[in-house]
């Protein structure tokens, strides 16, 4: 075999291997009146053609909003001509194609798209996208195309080039792991024997704040992923937990229990001048920022029951937000500030529900009884959460409207703890 044909097969396996400790995706709903979307062959280096189209079929077809169209296996460049009459008595409405041909520079691919409006006969992508790629970078080549084509064709940009951090527990030991949006790609950001949970993004995913009993108690730490190093950000007397970024990442929220129950307090990102911005005699904890910064959701059980409350961010007046219902928690706003997911519980039943925040209209999006830790996706379009099935964590995924639906799940392990992280500047 030559070394070209090597190395693309070597690509082949590393694109498309799901490694038992990787995520492995179930859709199990649709949304309704999907896109019909064609995603040709590319054109040039086979095996590295197919996984890469490969990786981009499966991004567009599990977010639910597109219908695949066959295509067929021959491949078409990106400078072919279209025969829009052909394309359109396929039933498609659109049309992605491309090339992906080794560069001059030795290793390296280089890859072309353009995307086609069959019934409007013309060109979304005009000049074509070209990206110019290691072979261990085609995966992210392929989420990025993705990103294009959904949103030029839905207005909205695209998650697929997003991560996602969960915690996974097997046998007695934990991993932090960070995933690619479609769960693979996992790599172990923290290992331990102890505990970790509620690991939270900061703005720029360029950080992860969480909390780690390894020094037997609940610490907050702040996690450098670029150079790997981490530093205390709370480990006052008693428990340090929940922490979450404010915005602009210059702050974050955490719950101490120094001064007796639970309470929110703010604290600079370097674990400096902490604060306390409400106070009750009940527990608050679980606190997020709004996108806008100017308050901050949490739960309490002010009230006699667990429920969602909110203060402005620089202190103030609490209000309450749920009222339907005796256990309302984890509270966590859209990216549009719009919406609020959390979980309810209905009959014994832990659900992810989501309200409108202007109306106060509440509906519940999972069917499942175990549910915790919604996470929204960036775009707002899907939110991630935790649950369990047959005694097992799994992460799972419901659209904001409630019709689309995925599982997430490893074959070895409990899955527990996720978030997903901002748009990759």
Not at 329 to 353: C, L
Request: aromatic share 8%; hydrophobic share 35%.
């Amino acid at each position: 075999m030559k070394p070209l044909r090597l190395l693309a097969a070597a690509l082949l396996a590393g694109l498309c291997q799901t490694a038992l400790a990787q995520l492995s995706i179930e859709i199990t709903g649709a949304g309704a009146n999907r896109i019909p979307l064609g995603v040709a062959s590319f054109d040039g280096e086979r095996i590295v053609s197919q996984a890469l189209v490969s990786v981009i079929r499966a991004d567009l077809e599990r977010c639910g909003l597109f219908r695949l169209v066959d295509t067929g296996t021959s491949p078409i460049a990106e400078n072919a001509g279209i025969n829009f009459t052909d394309w359109r008595g396929r039933g498609a409405d659109a049309l992605a194609v491309g090339s992906v041909i080794p560069a001059s520079e030795s290793g390296r691919y280089d890859t072309r798209f353009r995307l086609y409006d069959i019934q409007k006969q013309s060109v979304l992508t005009v000049g074509g996208y070209a990206h110019s790629a290691a072979p261990y970078q085609l995966r992210t080549t392929a989420h990025r195309i993705a990103d294009t084509i959904y949103e030029k064709l839905t207005g909205e940009p695209g998650v697929f080039s997003t991560r996602i951090v969960y915690v996974l527990k097997s046998g007695s030991r934990y991993e932090l792991q960070i995933a690619d949006a479609d769960g693979a790609n996992a790599q172990v950001a923290l290992a331990s024997r102890e505990p970790i949970i509620s690991p939270t993004w900061s703005p720029d995913g360029s950080k992860l704040a969480y909390v780690s009993f390894e020094s037997k108690k609940p610490v907050v730490y702040v996690h450098d992923l670029a150079s790997g190093r981490r530093y205390v950000a709370a480990n006052f007397k008693g428990s340090n937990s929940a922490p979450a970024w404010s915005p602009d990442g210059k702050q974050l929220a955490v719950v101490l229990t120094k001064d007796g129950n639970s309470q929110i307090y703010l604290l600079n990102a370097d674990g400096s001048g902490a604060t306390r911005i409400a106070a009750s005699s009940g527990i608050d904890t679980e606190p997020r920022y709004t996108p806008d910064g100017q308050f901050i959701y949490f739960t309490s059980d002010r009230g006699g029951s667990p429920q969602i409350y909110r203060v402005p961010a620089r202190g103030g007046e609490v209000q309450r937000i749920t009222f339907e219902g005796n256990y309302n928690v984890t509270p966590r706003i859209s990216p549009d500030g719009r919406s609020m997911a959390y979980i309810a519980r209905d009959s014994g039943r832990f659900q992810v529900a989501i309200m409108d925040l202007t109306t106060k209209q509440t509906q519940i999006l999972t069917d499942s009884q175990k549910d915790e830790s919604p996470t929204f996706a960036p775009n707002g379009r899907m939110i991630l959460y935790a649950t369990e099935i047959g005694g097992r964590g799994v992460l799972a995924a419901v659209s904001s409207d409630g019709r689309v639906k995925q599982k997430l799940s490893v074959q070895n392990g409990d899955v527990r703890e996720p978030s997903w992280g901002p748009f990759i500047k």
